[in-house]
């Protein structure tokens, strides 16, 4: 069962921990790549809050991006601001969800994502705080897929294991923890285990990590599509 109410309080103390990181830089640190190819730090952050707005968009019904070549615009357009300019915009985005996340709403609608995928209103918090805290570690500053929590771990897991289910180029593969925690994902034939630190399978499932640190059995590591 989707606590949305509780998802909105991880996301808001996931987003005033970036914020209080990216206060401290200045604007030489903001230049300096990400671990995302071809993006600085500056890109990343640009997309924070792009994606703040696209997704209060989403809560009122309305179309989350105008199209995919404006979003990118838009992005390439925020990424070169300076560092005052950059953290005010994250903090006013950031308090635009907020307050529509306070207006009296059905959480169990239906809602419309990019691409014509459909979910539930419900889901809107924990995939905002997914954004938040993933590319937080990509910012390349201290902050780790480690630093995580266990439960918001699990839960994207969880996600993108069910994402690369069904799919028949990604063999049937049974995930595991060292503590004993699994998952299933790929298609209906193969039998490939990999096991490894629940952050070292996020990584590679999020395509943030290679898969070094995991181990496998019954055939190799599976190549998975691009988020």
Do not use: C
């Not at 005033?16 to 401290?24: F, G, H, N, Q, T």
């Not at 500053?141 to 180029?169: H, M, Q, T």
């Not at 990999?194 to 898969?211: C, E, Q, S």
């Amino acid at each position: 069962m989707i606590d949305h109410s509780r998802d909105l309080a991880s996301l808001y103390e996931a987003t005033d921990r970036l914020i209080d990181a990216v206060s401290s830089w200045d604007n030489a640190a903001l230049a300096q790549p990400s671990r995302l190819p071809g993006w600085t730090r500056g890109h990343v952050l640009a997309h924070l809050s792009r994606n703040a707005d696209a997704l209060v968009n989403v809560l009122r019904g309305l179309p989350m991006y105008k199209d995919a070549e404006t979003r990118d615009a838009d992005i390439e357009h925020g990424a070169d601001r300076p560092l005052d300019a950059q953290l005010a915009d994250l903090r006013e985005t950031a308090d635009r969800f907020r307050a529509v996340a306070k207006e009296p709403a059905d959480w169990n609608r239906t809602v419309e994502l990019r691409n014509g995928v459909t979910d539930s209103a419900s889901r809107v918090p924990f995939r905002r705080w997914v954004e938040v805290a993933l590319h937080h570690v990509d910012l390349g500053a201290g902050y780790e897929l480690e630093d995580l929590p266990e439960e918001f771990v699990d839960r994207e897991i969880d996600f993108l294991a069910d994402r690369w289910s069904g799919l028949a180029n990604v063999p049937r593969t049974l995930l595991r923890t060292p503590d004993g925690r699994t998952w299933t994902t790929g298609g209906d034939s193969g039998d490939v285990t990999v096991t490894g630190p629940a952050a070292d399978l996020l990584g590679w499932l999020a395509g943030r990590r290679d898969g070094a640190a995991l181990t496998t059995e019954g055939g190799p590591l599976p190549h998975l599509p691009a988020l």
